[in-house]
């Protein structure tokens, strides 16, 4: 069945690093954009970035902007949250999305089932 499945969450230090890794299966992603959400208790769901298949066009949002990378390894029907810098407002459950164009339109296709990111001293 269509799924993608997140992994590389943990527990980590203020000032930390995490690499999030987000794998499909019953489909491919290479023509497919992805996307990367989290959800902290008590708040909204929140668009993290996004990256085009294709030409590999990404978007940040400002809370994230230089401390996140998204990357994408279509051979390995992959895509990869790079976290640097990690700060205790960062803690929530991460999400990887497709959606439903190659290109960042908004629309979610498939959403993977999460992964806990938590940081902490």
């Known amino acids: 069945q269509v799924q993608l499945v997140e992994s590389g969450g943990g527990l980590v230090q203020p000032g930390g690093s995490l690499r999030l890794s987000c794998a499909a299966s019953?489909?491919?992603?290479?023509?497919?954009?992805i996307g990367w959400f989290r959800q902290a208790p008590g708040k909204e769901r929140e668009g993290l970035s996004c990256?085009?298949?294709?030409?590999?066009?990404?978007v940040y949002a400002d809370s994230v902007k230089g401390r996140f990378t998204i990357s994408r390894d279509d051979a390995k029907n992959t895509v990869y949250l790079q976290m640097n810098s990690l700060k205790p407002e960062d803690t929530a459950v991460y999400y990887c999305?497709?959606?439903?164009?190659?290109?960042?339109?908004?629309?979610?296709?498939?959403w993977g089932q999460g992964t806990q990111v938590t940081v902490s001293s």
């Open positions: 019953g489909f491919t992603l290479d023509r497919y954009a």
């Open positions: 999305a497709a959606d439903i164009e190659y290109y960042c339109s908004g629309s979610v296709r498939s």
């Open positions: 990256i085009n298949s294709g030409d590999g066009h990404t």
